[in-house]
């Protein structure tokens, strides 16, 4: 078994997940999740950016009254991050894909919703040669919880979708 370097926790004196982590270029760690101890109200999703010891750096929130949730994140080749999560407080539906883009403080530049009229989520994502890929799950396209790929260019803007459905349904991702 390994030796533990270093632990820390983030986050206020109500509930916060960490869904994602990946290290940043200049060693450290870039997290994201939600939390219900800050934002604009209910689960808002949440990045943190910490260095290579832990020590947090920066925090921000995104979202608006009602649920919005993180669950992937990764630095951009810009040195910003990307965020793909769900947001209940805009787009076309009940829950919507959610995708943020961030410079490099974590200051939004974008934001972009994928979706329909039922509840779609968004649990991994991609930076591609040319703008990002997001898999996830939907019932607005197909039977119900189908897996669920989108295709965007550099800024969020989708170029195609495509739903794969399961001979059992539910797909969880």
Known sequence: MGNEEWSRTYGGALADFGKSVQQTSDGGFIIAGYTYSYGEGGYDAYLIKV????????SKTFGGSLGDYAHSVQQTSDGG???AGQTNSIGAGDYDM???KTDS???EEWEKT??????????SLQQTSDGYVL???TSSFGID?????IKTDSLGNEEWQRTFVGDKGYINL
């Open 145 to 149: 919880h189908d897996v669920y790929l």
């Open 114 to 123: 994928y979706g329909g009229a039922e509840i779609d989520y968004a649990y």
């Open 51 to 58: 260095d290579s010891k832990g020590n947090e750096k920066w």
């Open 98 to 100: 959610l995708l943020i």
């Open 81 to 83: 991050y990307i965020i």
């Open 105 to 107: 403080h974590g200051n």
């Open 135 to 137: 898999v996830g799950s």
